[in-house]
């Protein structure tokens, strides 16, 4: 079971904003860089925020990331279908001396 | 091209052992800290192991303490997860990943094995 906790499942429809939350501790978000997968069925996880804000090449600016204490947050604004996936939050874990990822949560698009 | 390519899931009963590989192309493999990350069917992500660039340094979830080994062959852009007395619970796609010490983040990941423990 995982330390870092995100809600199951998110939904807006197209166009809205939609915020997932990842909620951890002292010793992962809220000592260390916050960062967020983006997974689709069947494939591989995609890097999509990573230091906390940064975007690599290619993710649309629709997609942030936030970070206060010891909780994270992804937006996206501007909801398109092709979001449609699952998204993870993570972080190194200095207790665990270990990567933790956040349970996930569904993203639809009504 | 940048890519990771795993291989050596397959099904093996339980107390067996797998050995996965992951070969590397495309990218300065020696340099990198290099991961396996596995996700149980239908369930999220969980971080399994970790090695430096040396192979100096390795890192392992507690659960799966004891039971694992992670190595690299710098020369052949290779890693792998020596897997022992494998349980059900173990049953996942296995992905290894590259470590990017400048983003501190997974940003290459391969396509999966699957493994499956099962009698």
């Known amino acids: 079971q995982s330390v870092v906790t995100q809600p199951p499942s998110a939904s807006g429809t197209p166009g809205q904003s939609v915020t997932i939350s990842c909620a951890g501790s002292r010793s992962n978000i809220g000592s260390n860089t916050v960062n967020w997968y983006q997974q689709f069925p069947g494939t591989a996880p995609k890097l999509l925020i990573y230091?906390?804000?940064q975007r690599p090449s290619g993710v649309p600016d629709r997609f942030s990331g936030s970070k206060s204490g010891t909780s994270a947050s992804l937006a996206i604004s501007g909801l398109q279908s092709e979001d449609e996936a699952d998204y993870y939050c993570a972080a190194w874990d200095d207790s665990l001396n270990g990567y933790v990822f956040g349970t996930g949560t569904r993203v639809s698009v009504l | 091209e940048v890519q990771l390519v795993e291989s050596g899931g397959g099904l093996v009963k339980p107390g067996g052992s797998l050995r996965l590989s992951c070969v590397a192309s495309?990218?300065?493999?020696?340099?990198?800290?290099l991961t396996w990350v596995r996700q149980t069917p239908g369930r999220g992500l969980e971080w399994v192991s970790s090695i430096s660039s040396s192979g100096s340094h390795t890192y392992y979830a507690d659960s799966l303490k004891g039971r694992l080994t992670i190595s690299r062959d710098n020369a052949k852009n290779s890693l792998y997860l020596q897997m022992n007395s494998l349980r059900a619970e173990d049953t996942a796609v296995y992905y290894c990943g590259r470590f990017a010490t400048g983003l501190d983040a997974f940003d290459i990941w391969g396509q999966g094995t699957m493994v499956t423990v099962s009698s």
């Open positions: 230091t906390m804000n």
């Open positions: 495309g990218f300065s493999f020696s340099h990198d800290t």
